[in-house]
């Protein structure tokens, strides 16, 4: 695995990228060797904040943890993400094995006990109008959604502008592999 520690606001020490790294090294063993891990330590002014992202074969878990120190922020995040692993151990299993279609199918219909369904309880259509980046965030305000879809004016894709834990705002935007 490989990581990359930064800092926003300060320099991490050099115990906590050792920190780091071993606390990294248990989550390891669920990715192959070609995963990637960000770590950002953010210094704000009542507490520390840890963001920590592993990204391997197209997936993405995230966790942000703040604390009075950043070695325990990290700790939190890195429980977190084994957490959303565990807890999405048998879809990972399908999404991450290299094997054939009758095994993963047999082993996913062997773990039905273990896995909670998705349930889509509600299905809505959506009138996607060019709109601004903008005019969508203030659509979503008034909505008062966690996050808006709209068709962006000026690139005319979808995109979604969603509300961050920060109090910011942030856009996805599709990208092409």
Same mark, same amino acid.
């Given at each position: 695995m490989k990581i990359n520690i930064t800092g926003r606001k300060c320099t991490p020490r050099d115990s906590f990228k050792e920190h780091a790294e071993k606390k990294l090294s248990k989550v390891a063993r669920f990715f192959d060797d070609d995963a990637d891990a960000?770590?950002?330590?953010?210094?704000?002014?009542?507490?520390? /904040?840890?963001?920590?992202?592993?990204?391997?074969?197209g997936m993405i878990f995230r966790a942000e943890e703040s604390a009075q120190n950043m070695n325990e922020a990290l700790d939190d995040c890195i429980d977190s993400i084994i957490r959303q692993?565990?807890?999405?151990?048998?879809?990972?299993?399908?999404?991450l094995r290299t094997g054939d279609f009758d095994a993963?199918? =047999?082993?996913?219909? =062997?773990?039905?006990?273990?896995?909670?369904?998705?349930?889509?309880?509600?299905?809505? @259509?959506?009138?996607?109008?060019?709109?601004?980046?903008?005019? @969508? /965030?203030?659509?979503?305000?008034?909505l008062g959604h966690m996050f808006y879809m709209f068709r962006n004016?000026?690139? =005319?894709?979808?995109?979604?502008?969603?509300?961050?834990?920060d109090g910011g705002y942030g856009v996805l935007v599709p990208e092409v592999e």
């Open positions: 960000k770590v950002t330590a953010t210094v704000e002014k009542s507490c520390q /904040i840890v963001e920590v992202t592993v990204a391997s074969r692993i565990r807890r999405n151990k048998t879809r990972l299993e399908k999404r993963i199918i =047999a082993e996913a219909e =062997a773990a039905v006990d273990e896995e909670e369904p998705y349930e889509v309880v509600r299905t809505k @259509a959506v009138v996607l109008k060019p709109e601004s980046v903008e005019e @969508a /965030i203030l659509q979503m305000n008034l004016a000026e690139t =005319a894709e979808i995109n979604v502008v969603y509300k961050r834990n």
